[in-house]
């Protein structure tokens, strides 16, 4: 079956599939750690107030890293290394997409644009993770080990995704609009063919080791593509519109409801 119940099913239960989904997913989180981490370090004096909220994003991307290796060490699993071609965050960066780790590695702090352009990399990045874990979510019941961790990181995706909503929207009445849809729309267009390329890759790596036959992989890939494409004609525009999340703050002080405003992006 060709299923995604049946997909990650496969993966869930072959050893070696479940060590490479684990260890990709764990060093993509641990790298998402690391950059919020750096970026808190150096936000600009005109948005002090941001920090502790990216420091807490990197903490939560941290968690999640540590959930998936978790998850490896109870099957006794070590890691194995991220296949370059699978590296989403890495392909990402190659692509001129979010602030270069050069720049996070310097001591100088960043400027309000490289805020802007960190906060429109998150907001696309944060709905492919949300949408993701929304799916492994519906999709992972069979394996309780697995569905238990899927449930506390799509909760932190899903407010990952809600601050990023609020904060742009915070930017663009400060005056940044124009900036801000125009990186979205950017962000947005280059990441779907990034994703497009990742996901061929991880399947193609995935089948390799699961023994898939050609037509099997065949019709996985052309899935993908039929995907891209749907993205690419429109899709991607759920990546740039805003909302102001029910939620406010999610990742500051507690929680209060708010009424809903749209603009598009």
């Given at each position: ?86 590296d989403y965050t ?29 906060l429109t990399h ?112 429109g899709g991607w ?29």
């Amino acid at each position: 079956m060709l299923s995604p119940r049946a997909i990650y099913g496969e993966i869930f239960s072959n050893d070696e599939a479940f060590r490479l989904f684990c260890s990709i997913a764990a060093s993509g989180e641990a790298q998402g750690g690391w950059e919020n981490g750096r970026i808190a370090a150096l936000v600009p004096e005109s948005l002090s107030d941001l920090a502790p909220k990216i420091a807490r994003h990197g903490a939560d991307e941290d968690k999640h890293g540590r959930i998936f290796s978790a998850l490896l060490r109870k099957r006794g699993l070590t890691p194995v290394p991220v296949p370059a071609d699978a590296d989403y965050t890495m392909r990402l960066e190659r692509t001129g997409i979010g602030l270069a780790h050069s720049k996070l590695r310097a001591a100088r702090p960043l400027t309000e644009a490289d805020v802007i352009a960190y906060l429109t990399h998150s907001r696309v990045t944060e709905q492919r993770a949300s949408e993701q874990m929304r799916s492994l979510r519906r999709h992972s019941a069979d394996h309780a080990d697995v569905s238990r961790a899927v449930a506390v990181i799509s909760a932190d995706e899903d407010n990952h995704l809600a601050y990023c909503h609020e904060e742009l929207l915070r930017l663009a009445a400060a005056g940044h609009r124009r900036d801000i849809e125009s990186a979205l729309r950017a962000t947005a267009r280059a990441e779907i063919a990034v994703y497009r390329d990742v996901s061929k890759a991880v399947m193609a790596n995935l089948g390799r080791t699961l023994g898939w036959p050609r037509a099997k992989r065949v019709i996985l890939a052309r899935g993908i593509d039929a995907v891209y494409h749907y993205e690419r004609l429109g899709g991607w525009h759920r990546m740039v519109t805003l909302r102001m999340p029910a939620r406010r703050d999610p990742l500051g002080t507690p929680a209060s409801a708010a009424p809903t405003a749209h603009h598009g992006a």
